[in-house]
């Protein structure tokens, strides 16, 4: 069976420095691979996906992930955090033969002036 | 704008009743999911369907039922046999059955037990 496991619970940067939330994965099949951002008491929004082009995925707001298949990790990073980038984001993998995407547990990212 | 609607945004619910949280979209999404999500567990699925007229169980389906009986409904019922309702319930929808293209979330409905 497919899992997603968020290394960091939380992560603190301060504005302008670079953001790294790591993700590794677990899939029987070629996966594709997801980050989504949550801010509060909303739904969650695509950031980006992988789904077996480019391993440098670039998304929305300036991130981006990279897909290393020999370390089964998708990592999200960002060169300079902005205050708004504070959320929760997950990782998120699917299997095509399991139809249904699984969700890591969340990083959330405090980002101080 | 196409997309998907969840209401109520908040719900109270009292000891021994069912409550129905509605999901709606109009983005002519074949398939559709809900999640419920409590702090530091991420989302785990509670039931999906990829048609209409049909639906699976997920990860966590005891104490929840659904129907889907139009494409772009899919509303979850919360029965009085899930003991510990109380959590953030997310509607999602997706146009691929690879699933490939990720999801598309509503803004959630925030039941609470009183």
């Known amino acids: 069976a497919q899992s997603v496991t968020q290394l960091d619970s939380h992560v603190s940067v301060s504005e302008g420095t670079p953001v790294l939330l790591r993700c590794n994965y677990s899939s ?7 980050w989504y951002v949550q801010h509060p008491n909303k739904g969650l929004q695509l950031l980006l996906k992988y789904t077996s082009a480019a391993t440098l995925v670039k998304g929305i707001n300036g991130f981006e992930a990279e897909f290393k298949k020999s370390e089964t990790s998708f ?7 902005h205050m708004s980038d504070a959320a929760e984001y997950f990782c998120v993998v699917s299997d095509t033969g399991f139809q249904k995407l699984v969700f890591g547990t969340g990083t959330r990212l405090l980002v101080s002036p | 704008d196409g997309g998907i609607t969840q ?34 567990q991420g989302l785990r699925l509670i039931y999906y369907s990829q048609i209409v007229n049909d639906f699976q169980k997920g990860d966590i389906a005891e104490g929840y039922s659904v ?14 046999a899930q003991k510990n309702p109380t959590a953030f319930y997310l509607c999602a929808s997706t146009e691929d059955r690879e699933y490939n293209y990720g999801y598309t979330f509503g803004s959630g409905t925030r039941l609470t037990v009183v």
């Open chain 2, 7 to 40: 209401s109520p945004k908040y719900l109270f619910r009292k000891e021994g009743q069912n409550v129905t949280l509605s999901c709606e979209q109009n983005l002519n999404h074949d398939a559709m999911y809900w999640y419920r999500q409590d702090p530091g």
């Open chain 2, 67 to 80: 129907s889907r009986e139009k494409k772009e409904s899919f509303p979850l019922t919360v029965t009085s």
């Open chain 1, 75 to 81: 990592h999200l990073t960002k060169p300079s955090a």
């Open chain 1, 28 to 34: 029987s099949y070629s996966p594709s691979l997801f």
